[in-house]
């Protein structure tokens, strides 16, 4: 009797040791939280979503430059987001990993022929006035992660050099 009792503290403490051990690593092997920011236009908004889609309930906005956490977590091109509004997701085509520079200053399109204004990075070409040609002036907000937000749309930085005058 005192063997069996003996053997099934052994295994009860195995298995808590064991527990304790998973929850431990559990804590380790957690990503930690990165920090992004929202990139748009001056005085417009970043609106956060409680589900990855553009018809889920509003739960928050963040301003050009507001910060917020992530864990990383993508779906369909949105963004898992902490700590701003009730938190939920924010699409990714608003959100860089560097911290806007808030720019407000004239540039000058520098690209060989013409330059594709776009709704938000990487994404589709404005209708209307889809083109920044060579030599044309646009005004640019702020920059970041190789992007820019211009008076025109969303533009690659490469194609946009300070304007001398």
């Not at 298995?15 to 748009?40: F, K, N, R, S």
Request: hydrophobic share 40%.
């Amino acid at each position: 009797m005192e063997r069996k009792r003996f053997f099934v503290i052994l295994v009860l403490m195995i298995v808590a040791t064991a527990l304790i051990w998973l929850l431990i690593d559990q804590g380790i092997a957690e990503d930690p939280l990165a920090t992004c920011w929202a990139m748009c236009k001056p005085g417009s908004r970043v609106t956060v979503r409680m589900e990855p889609n553009k018809r889920s309930m509003e739960t928050g906005y963040l301003e050009c430059g507001d910060s917020f956490q992530t864990d990383g977590e993508s779906v369909d091109g949105w963004i898992r987001c902490y700590g701003a509004g009730e938190g939920g997701w924010v699409y990714s085509g608003y959100v860089v990993t560097e911290q806007p520079q808030m720019v407000m200053e004239r540039y000058i399109c520098c690209a060989v022929k013409q330059v594709a204004c776009r709704k938000w990075m990487a994404g589709p070409q404005i209708e209307g006035k889809p083109w920044l040609k060579h030599g044309q002036n646009v005004t640019v907000f702020c920059m970041a992660d190789g992007w820019a937000v211009t008076s025109r749309g969303y533009i690659k930085s490469e194609w946009l050099e300070a304007d001398p005058e």
